[in-house]
């Protein structure tokens, strides 16, 4: 169909000129001589007004209700009220009814309720926002690593290795349940791969191998984790990014992902203004102060030793006491984000009992040189490390676990042959896009969440 986009027909210089528009029905006001209908067609938040001299034209009212899609042609002119243009409609086209049970009425249109139909969530105001947001943050991250020299990566989302021998990992299987299999192995070997199979949580280790021979890769695809946890934050499908470069240390590894968030922020700033404004204002009071602050501002860096100290002088308000050692929780990552340091912190070298194999053992025997970025709000929303280049160091690790080194023979010879300081990171999409729109619940930036017990 020949029309115009209602955000341009809206900023159009063509007053005066014949235009056709699509859309859904906002608004319908009617008078004793003109009706006023308000369009959508989700291309911006601008709605378009369409005016009806009721003597020349008769309305279906079909054509009235709330939900209803339209075809209009007309005639643009500047708006008798506000800014922009509206149409004098000549030809007003029913596409489909919409019957009053259409469920995304004015006034039962909470988050939660929304939750429930994720199909039609996305008709309104804020679900086409968050969605404009996310499409756009998703370019800038491709425009960010192409013009920074980094090469993109398609890396395997069925695989044999789960990446750090942690146990949250989807299986892959083609074979029903057989009772006549005595064991695992068997299993398996009867099974499409020969081996059991998986669901990638991470492309970081296949990421390496790309790095460690095109110097600079990022992946940009989705992480499969069966996280049986119902957080705000979790999913069990979410969209990752991880780049990895070669000749890098800590420092360097920081630096980028510093970089690569302002960047982001500051795209979406650009390009999303209206969204941004309408976030500010209905969902997250403050939005546009705290990420004008944070494009302008150095983010923090703290070792994991400091930030125990911090956190240990509290402990009487955590539900979880902290001690050097422990794991930080959500709680934690909140407090020293949002109380101590008020933006985003990296914590660095953690001990390496909580973190995983492949990162570098720092010189003290006891820590990894591995970072997590938190932000206020939300916690964490980076993770990444230099990793181990060391041959005999990456095996004493993985002996510590007890892991099985024959599954990761290929991993380890990236240690042999030619072996380089490399490091890299995650970066979870999700958690970026709540965290420039303020929402607070992970399902409510995601077109269908996968998550425990729940896939829609
Ligand atoms: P968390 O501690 O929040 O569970 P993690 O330490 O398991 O995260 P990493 O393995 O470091 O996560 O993954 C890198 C990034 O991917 C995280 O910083 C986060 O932004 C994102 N991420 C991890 N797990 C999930 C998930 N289940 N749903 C959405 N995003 C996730
Ligand atoms: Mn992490």
Redesign the pocket.
């Known amino acids: 169909m020949k029309h115009l986009d209602i955000a341009e027909a809206l900023k159009s210089q063509n007053e005066g000129k014949d235009a056709v528009v699509c859309g859904w029905v906002r608004t319908f006001r009617d008078s004793a001589q003109v009706a006023f209908l308000e369009l959508s067609d989700g291309t911006s938040f601008g709605k378009l007004q369409i005016v009806i001299d009721k003597s020349a034209l008769a309305v279906d009212p079909e054509c009235t209700k709330l939900g209803a899609s339209l075809c209009v042609k007309g005639v643009l002119v500047k708006a008798y009220r506000g800014e922009g243009n509206e149409l004098n409609a000549k030809e007003i086209h029913l596409l489909g009814k919409c019957p009053p049970e259409y469920p995304i009425q004015k006034k039962r249109t909470t988050l939660d309720f929304l939750r429930g139909i994720p199909h039609l969530r996305l008709r309104t105001n804020t679900f086409q926002a968050v969605f404009r947001v996310r499409s756009v943050a998703a370019q800038a991250i491709h425009r960010y690593f192409h013009t920074h020299g980094y090469y993109y990566i398609n890396t395997p989302l069925i695989t044999a290795s789960d990446c750090e021998g942690a146990g949250e990992m989807f299986r892959v299987t083609t074979r029903p349940w057989n009772a006549a299999e005595k064991s695992e192995a068997d299993y398996y070997k009867n099974d499409f791969f020969g081996v059991k199979a998986g669901l990638s949580?991470?492309g970081q280790l296949e990421g390496e191998v790309a790095a460690t021979a095109l110097g600079k890769i990022y992946t940009f695809g989705p992480?499969f984790?069966a996280?049986n946890s119902n957080t705000k934050?979790?999913?069990?499908e979410?969209w990752?990014v991880e780049p990895e470069i070669a000749f890098a240390e800590l420092p360097d590894v920081i630096e980028v992902a510093e970089d690569l968030l302002k960047y982001l922020i500051r795209a979406v700033l650009e390009e999303c203004p209206e969204e941004l404004k309408f976030f500010d204002s209905f969902v997250e009071k403050g939005l546009l102060e705290k990420l004008n602050h944070v494009v302008n501002s150095d983010f923090a860096v703290c070792t994991y030793t400091e930030a125990i100290k911090i956190l240990e002088e509290k402990n009487a308000q955590f539900e979880f006491p902290v001690h050097w050692g422990s794991d930080l929780q959500s709680e934690h990552e909140k407090y020293l984000t949002e109380k101590i340091f008020g933006r985003p912190v990296f914590v660095t070298d953690y001990p390496k009992e909580i973190k995983s194999f492949y990162m570098k053992q720092n010189a003290d025997g006891k820590t990894v040189a591995a970072t997590?970025l938190l932000a206020p709000g939300i916690?964490?929303?980076?993770?990444g490390s230099e990793r181990e280049a060391d041959y005999g160091k990456l095996v004493a690790a993985m002996d510590e676990r007890g892991m099985d080194k024959s599954a990761y023979a290929q991993y380890l010879d990236l240690r042999l042959f030619g072996t380089v300081p490399h490091g890299g990171?995650?970066?979870?999409f999700?958690?970026f896009v709540m965290y420039v729109t303020g929402m607070e619940n992970?399902r409510d930036v995601t077109l269908f969440p996968r998550s425990v017990k729940n896939i829609m």
């Open positions: 949580v991470s992480s984790r996280e934050r979790h999913l069990a979410f990752h997590d916690g964490e929303i980076i993770g990171f995650g970066l979870g999700e958690r992970i």
